[in-house]
């Protein structure tokens, strides 16, 4: 039974895992290496901002209180970057599928807090 209870807890939290996968890599690139980054806004101390930004989203998503304001902070930030995606002709379906991604995975953590 307290085997089964493990299981299923650890089973939630993959989700979770798998997008701070995504999100720290992409944060610390923003934060070590704003100059090598061929993006949409060229100034280096914005692009650490963000990066600062991201790692503290992605901190306060595996929050169990601060989920909420975790998933919403990635979410739009991804959501921005899709819109961007958009507008210059670049494929958007992944980055689309990460911002969906990271609502189902708080969904799966803690359903209660979205009805």
Known sequence: ???TRSIQKLLLWIPSILIALFF???AVEKIFHPHQLDKVITNPALLMGAGIILLAATCL???NRTMLLGTAILSLYLFT???IHIYKGKP???ASLIVIATIFAAYLRRPS???
Do not use: C, D, G, R
């Open 1 to 3: 039974m307290e085997f």
């Open 24 to 26: 720290i890599p992409n």
């Open 61 to 63: 998503f595996f929050i």
């Open 81 to 83: 970057v899709t819109l």
């Open 92 to 94: 958007y379906e992944v």
């Open 113 to 115: 807090a979205f009805s």
